[in-house]
Antibody, heavy 123, light 108 residues
Framework: EVQLVESGGGLVQPGGSLRLSCAAS????????MNWVRQAPGKGLEWISY????????YYADSVKGRFTISRDNAKNSLYLQMNSLRAEDTAVYYC????????????????WGQGTLVTVSS | EIVLTQSPGTLSLSPGERATLSCRAS???????LAWYQQKPGQAPRLLIY???SRATGIPGRFSGSGSGTDFTLTISRLEPEDFAVYYC?????????FGQGTKVEIK
């Protein structure tokens, strides 16, 4: 069974840092590009970061560029998101999501998604 | 950035009825670079449709997608109790990939 499990969320003060992890299983992790997508409480979905499978190409949404860093460890089947200089508006459930197709060089849909981990930025 | 606008915001229907959800893009997303997701409270989004009209693995036949260019539709032919949820469209023609604001399908 393909599975993504996020961890590392919690309560952090404005300006603080947090590192999220996503453990993948049930598929060849190194063959897929991966993403982080977030959802603020009661709001819609926002893609925030991408890490390609083969070229190590990385992209960020403007809203997190310069503050967040995506990384992956294919040996550990894991994706990470280092979040620095956190703001109240970063409060959200953070989802790890796989690209829809293996080895694709184009943009794709997201499938599957992890269950999410809640990050709350508040003093 | 491509903006996706979903309508209506809320759809109040009874089980057994047909649901028609709309997703309009601010510029063309091509013939097929659109996906639909279902999200229930406290759960992650689940892929329903990709390529505008292809059902994802395990998705029942009552879900269908259509459209191209800037106008897309998700149709649920006969609502089952488990279909009451929020539905999002997403475009993957351009970066950044963007989502609509969602349509809530609620029990009337």
């Amino acid at each position: 069974e393909v599975q993504l499990v996020e961890s590392g969320g919690g309560l952090v003060q404005p300006g603080g840092s947090l590192r999220l992890s996503c453990a993948a299983s049930g598929f060849t992790f190194s063959s897929y590009s991966m993403n982080w997508v977030r959802q603020a409480p009661g709001k819609g979905l926002e893609w925030i970061s991408y890490f390609s499978s083969s070229t190590s190409t990385i992209y960020y949404a403007d809203s997190v560029k310069g503050r967040f860093t995506i990384s992956r460890d294919n040996a550990k089947n894991s994706l990470y998101l280092q979040m620095n200089s956190l703001r109240a508006e970063d409060t959200a459930v953070y989802y790890c999501a796989r690209e829809g197709q293996v080895g694709t060089t184009n943009w794709d849909w997201f499938d599957p998604w992890g269950q999410g981990t809640l990050v709350t930025v508040s003093s | 950035e491509i903006v996706l606008t979903q309508s209506p915001g809320t759809l109040s229907l009874s089980p057994g009825e047909r649901a028609t959800l709309s997703c309009r893009a601010s510029q063309s997303v091509g013939s097929s670079y659109l996906a639909w997701y279902q999200q229930k409270p406290g759960q992650a989004p689940r892929l329903l449709i990709y390529g505008a009209s292809s059902r994802a693995t395990g998705i029942p036949g009552r879900f269908s997608g259509s459209g191209s260019g800037t106008d897309f539709t998700l149709t649920i032919s006969r609502l089952e109790p488990e279909d009451f949820a929020v539905y999002y469209c997403q475009q993957y023609a351009n970066s950044p990939r963007t989502f609509g604001q969602g349509t809530k399908v609620e029990i009337k």
